[in-house]
């Protein structure tokens, strides 16, 4: 694995509890129509709501370990990037994996081109390589 692929695997985590977190709102949503239909039938109605609750319960408990694996995959990372000597390649890598910084950003914020940025960057990644 490169440093790029173990680096980036922040963001790849990060994405898809983001599209979970989306469909499950999606799925609140529909829940939220079900029960106005629910509301005016006879009984019957309810377990099937009450079996789309308790799935919508095991996907928020499936989200909160993946968000529970991400803060482990953070710290991880964040223990590797701190085994660099050099101060600028761990703030570059910090600001970018583990706060999810736009490359604009970090250009901006230390005051550097960003290509320069780039460039620190793919320096930083090199040097990772040996501590993974």
């Not at 583990?98 to 320096?123: F, M, N, P, S, T």
């Amino acid at each position: 694995m490169t440093a790029k692929e173990y680096f980036g695997e922040v963001f790849l985590i990060d994405k898809q509890i983001a599209a979970k977190l989306s469909a499950l709102s999606r799925l609140k949503d529909l829940a939220e129509k079900c029960t106005s239909v629910l509301s005016g039938m006879p009984g019957g109605g309810l377990s099937k709501f009450d079996d789309t609750i308790t799935k919508m319960v095991d996907y928020e408990r499936e989200i909160d370990e993946d968000i529970d694996r991400l803060i482990d995959v953070k710290r991880e990372r964040q223990r590797t990037i701190e085994k660099l000597p050099n101060a600028e390649y761990r703030l570059i890598l910090i600001k970018r994996y583990i706060c999810g910084e736009r490359w604009e950003k970090i250009a901006v914020d230390l005051g550097y081109d960003l290509r320069h940025i780039y460039r620190i960057h793919g320096q930083a990644l090199k040097e990772s390589q040996n501590f993974l």
